[in-house]
């Protein structure tokens, strides 16, 4: 039997959650977090995130795992301090605001003389290079996380690809300990420097904007030209070149990752030439523009729109492309009205919230939807939707 060793992660979004759960399956886990509700929460076995997979291995595995508010407690025997703390894009510095993961890597550094301190927010590229040099350390390292909400813990069980930013036997240590938690048996596992490592979590993102934005774009010309969509992408997906993976129509990229992460690196570009990431991060806001218009034609007096959330089985609303449309509609003083189960409030942003999901449908003269649902059947006369494919 393999020695249980302390490892303490640091924040308990989706990627804290879902590494704090595989990882106690065969350690010990301390999840240090500055939420009290949150620290209760995951001590008494409940997912701070709506992940199906998390929610049942707290109730039905053999975790290890606690919570605290306690750094002093989180840090001391550690052997790893993986960092899992926000990072937003800050508009007026045009960079990720590092300030919650550089606070970290200073307490863990002097907290712990020992510990391999692994990055896992998503930071600009050089970012760690400059800590370990402000630090002097080589004991600060970057590992790229390439998860889907409310899929974390699938993602990390069945990862594509793990990537650790070290050579040192500690960062194949860490590997170690992702794989074996794993349920997959062969993963590609590639070590590189963390400046590397950190470019490939950004050009992974914005290729997958990029891709989302292709598709979106074809959309918006078919829509302008009568032309059907569908007929279009199935034939130029049929090319295995293309493949059908992000291909089904939206309102835009949205989430935790692709805005903030296609911004930070075209950030990065300040000095290099392009045009390819301008138009990946210009094309978002060019589709919220068009799919507004395609609406606004229809000459309604009060929009409903069905959820904020990006995808199913997600409780994240953060930058939602279908929110960017919203802005749009009411900026033409329309009347818009909001279903959203996962909001507590009866306003958002100056709308009605509805509650009930009939009374919501009645009030709508057009129902915007990102994605389709059954429970939008009946009123398909009135749903406004670009989902083909009924994927996410």
């Known amino acids: 039997m393999a020695e249980r060793i302390k490892i303490t992660v640091v924040g308990s979004g989706y990627v804290g959650m879902s590494l704090s759960v595989l990882l106690s399956q065969h350690n010990d886990v301390t999840v240090l977090d500055i939420d009290a509700e949150r620290v209760g929460r995951i001590n008494n076995k409940q997912s701070t995130v709506a992940d199906t997979e998390i929610e049942s291995f707290l109730v039905e595995k053999s975790l290890s795992l606690a919570a605290t508010l306690d750094k002093q407690d989180a840090y001391e025997g550690a052997r790893f301090i993986i960092v899992a703390t926000p990072t937003d894009y800050d508009s007026d510095t045009n960079r990720f605001d590092t300030s919650s993961v550089d606070a970290v890597v200073e307490d863990a550094l002097s907290l712990n003389l020992d510990a391999l301190i692994v990055i896992k927010s998503t930071i600009p590229v050089g970012h760690t290079k400059s800590l370990q040099e402000k630090y002097k350390t080589e004991r600060v390292i970057f590992s ?10 699938k993602d990390n069980l069945y990862p594509s690809r793990i990537i650790v930013g070290s050579r040192l036997e500690a960062g194949k240590a860490f590997a170690d300990l992702l794989k074996e938690g794993a349920n997959k048996e062969v993963i590609e596992t590639l070590f590189t420097r963390s400046t590397e ?50 291909n089904n129509p939206s309102f835009g990229y949205g989430g935790y990752c692709l805005p903030k992460d296609t911004k930070q690196l075209l950030a990065n570009y300040n000095q290099v030439p392009q045009t390819l990431i301008q138009a990946i991060v210009s094309s978002n806001t060019t589709r919220k ?22 995808k199913e089985g997600s409780d994240n609303f953060r ?10 509609i009411k900026s033409k003083g329309i009347n818009v009205v909001v279903y959203e189960p996962e909001l507590d409030s009866n306003e958002f942003f100056g709308s009605q919230v509805l509650k009930d999901l009939e009374e919501f449908k009645y009030q709508s003269d057009v129902i915007v939807a990102n994605r389709r649902t059954e429970t939008l059947a009946d009123v398909e006369n009135k749903l406004f939707s670009r989902d083909l494919f009924g994927s996410n």
């Not at 774009?217 to 130029?236: F, P, R």
């Not at 930058?319 to 749009?328: L, N, P």
């Open 319 to 328: 930058s939602s492309a279908i929110q960017g449309v919203m802005k749009r």
């Open 144 to 153: 790229p996380e390439f998860l889907r909400e409310g899929q974390a813990l």
């Open 197 to 246: 490592a950190e470019a490939v979590k950004l050009f992974a993102n914005t290729y997958l904007a990029m891709r989302v934005s292709f598709f979106n774009e074809l959309d918006s010309y078919a829509l302008a030209h009568d032309l059907d969509t569908k007929s279009i992408i199935n034939g130029v997906c049929l090319d295995e070149r293309i493949g059908e993976g992000y």
């Open 289 to 310: 523009d068009f799919i507004a218009a395609e609406i606004l034609k229809k000459n309604p007096q009060t929009v409903g729109f069905y959820r904020l959330v990006m």
